[in-house]
């Protein structure tokens, strides 16, 4: 008895010193958010699309991002640290994959997540097929969504948020109409609607128009049903691969396979993705 009263006193402790850390969290986040908003307005006012609509979207969004971006980095730092051992003990080094992405007005940031595949290559020395280098581990590693967690620091730095559109590929991108790139016009997410109707397992199309219905209407009790859902597809673990595929198909490869677009719109697409590449890398 003793024994589970001493368990429930160190509960009780353990609760109060989150709460403390939550609201100092969040009254850093909304110090971090002000100092965007006063000391880069300048930069960001050249070169914004979108205006937030919403008083969360506009005050709100981005330090509670913050907030419970640095809260689950503490204590999900076990399980950062065990996943990365283990990666470099599977699958070697580096541990973090590191990916250059489309952010909000289309500006392109490093996103990170742990590495699920190896660096196997053919006798000219290109990658092997994802399906092959897609190892069993990765595989876990994939349908457990543990790859991601890394992005969690995207977050943190402000290239991401919890909630908003998935980063796409600068090479997807390039294939969306003009509608389509809309999706850009706020910060991508760690989920979003898309991934909680479907994610892999719907067609490109309905991925990006559940992308322009989200920026359409962004709410605190709408993100908050995502990430209820969010939570409940990772352990049912729906959605998560392409049928008949390793991993998701380019959205450019999607187009050419069903007919939308011609052998040389696909390649004029595929140059402007690695001119774009490569300008991102260089800045």
């Not at 402000?158 to 294939?175: A, K, N, W």
């Amino acid at each position: 008895m003793r024994l589970f009263i001493g368990v429930l006193n160190k509960m009780k402790k353990l609760v109060k010193v989150l709460s403390v850390f939550s609201l100092a969290a969040l009254i850093l986040g909304f110090v971090v958010s002000l100092v965007e908003k006063t000391v880069f307005l300048k930069r960001y006012d050249r070169t914004c699309i979108h205006k937030p609509y919403g008083v969360y979207e506009k005050y709100f969004k981005r330090p509670m991002d913050f907030a419970l971006s640095l809260m689950s980095i503490i204590l999900l730092s076990p399980v950062l640290l065990v996943t990365g051992i283990l990666v470099r003990l599977k699958l070697g080094s580096p541990i973090i994959f590191k990916q250059l992405r489309p952010g909000k007005n289309e500006r392109i940031f490093e996103m990170y997540k742990f590495r699920s595949m190896t660096d196997e290559r053919d006798m000219e020395g290109k990658l092997l097929p994802d399906e092959i280098r897609l190892t069993a581990f990765g595989r876990k590693l994939r349908d457990t969504s543990l790859d991601e967690l890394p992005e969690l620091f995207n977050i943190l730095k402000g290239d991401m948020s919890i909630v908003g559109p998935r980063p796409q590929l600068v090479r997807d991108m390039v294939f969306m109409t003009t509608e389509q790139r809309k999706r850009h016009y706020v910060k991508q997410g760690l989920t979003g609607l898309a991934q909680v109707n479907g994610r892999n397992g719907i067609s490109w199309e309905d991925k990006l128009d559940f992308d322009i219905q989200y920026i359409r209407k962004i709410t605190l009790w709408g993100d908050f049903i995502i990430l209820l859902r969010t939570v409940k597809n990772v352990f049912r673990r729906e959605g998560i691969h392409t049928d008949g595929m390793a991993t998701a198909e380019d959205y450019g490869d999607y187009l050419l396979r069903k007919g939308r677009i011609n052998e040389k719109e696909y390649a004029v697409g595929q140059l402007e993705a690695q001119k774009i590449t490569e300008q991102g890398s260089n800045s």
